[in-house]
């Protein structure tokens, strides 16, 4: 079993925990739900950066990565450097993110909020609109088409951006509706944790041009975007790279200052 597989067991129980103890009534009367999207497939495709900025603690590959920074002071720092929006891991157990963390960024910027998190189930989808999200991520590793088409559909009825994340070339056959507005390609083995940009290439002309192309993971360098970008790519998500250091922001502003020279 992979970790992908071990996560997904997981948050099958820890979904079923929170419907027992949150309504989706109380989702759908909490004070953000009706809030106004800001789009952020819009200021991807207004952009010469198109940096997606993240906000992860620490991860299955890394074990800890930022366990001392708050949320906030990441989020004002990532919003004050010019990104286009921020994406928060919401996971506990293997990320140490959650849902306040979505709250408290939102609280404290108005750029555009991805709840980056491993969605199985309509009820997330929810509670990211409940959190303040302006966007949702979908993973066609751990959704079956079906799925995805009924989870991207809700997402749209909320006024939710759909981010649908492939790693090969079978997903992202699977996975390509109107439904979606970006595809992101993950450049990480989920299997084996590897690392390639290859990955971004090999499936960018695959990819129809009325999707935003986001590439996720491994990119550490403004050499690897500019490497990227004449492939169609128009959004670069970006978290290790920003969170190892101890401010964020300012990493993220000196990395957005060298891609515009």
């Known amino acids: 079993m992979n970790i992908l597989d071990k996560i997904v067991i997981d948050k099958r129980k820890e979904v079923d925990l929170k419907k027992s103890l949150i309504p ?50 990441v989020a004002k720092g990532y919003e004050d450097a010019g990104v286009c929006g921020m994406s928060v891991l919401t996971d506990g157990k293997y990320f140490g993110g959650s849902l306040d963390d979505l709250l ?71 996975s390509i509706m109107p439904s979606l507005d970006m595809l992101g390609v993950n450049n990480r083995n989920l299997k084996t944790f590897e690392v390639s940009l290859n990955t971004s290439k090999s499936l960018a002309e695959m990819i129809p041009d009325e999707f935003v192309k986001v590439s996720e993971s491994g990119i550490s360098s403004s050499e690897a975007i500019k490497e990227l970008k004449p492939y169609g790519y128009q959004g670069f998500l970006i978290g290790e790279n920003f969170m190892k250091t101890d401010n964020p922001g300012e990493h993220a502003k000196s990395f957005i200052e060298t891609l515009k020279n």
């Open 24 to 73: 989706v009534s109380q989702l759908e009367n909490s004070v953000l739900f009706g809030r106004p999207n800001v789009s952020l497939t819009n200021a991807l495709r207004n952009t010469t950066t198109g940096i997606i900025a993240e906000h992860k603690r620490r991860s299955p590959s890394k074990s800890e990565i930022n366990q001392g920074l708050n949320v906030q002071d």
């Open 104 to 174: 408290l960024a939102r609280a404290t910027v108005e750029m555009p909020l991805l709840r980056k998190e491993f969605i199985i189930d309509e009820y997330q989808i929810l509670e990211a609109k409940a959190y303040g999200a302006d966007v949702i991520l979908l993973i066609a590793a751990i959704l079956s088409k079906k799925e995805i088409k009924s989870f991207s559909e809700l997402a749209k009825s909320l006024d939710l951006d759909v981010l649908l994340e492939v790693h090969n070339e079978e997903e992202l056959h699977k």
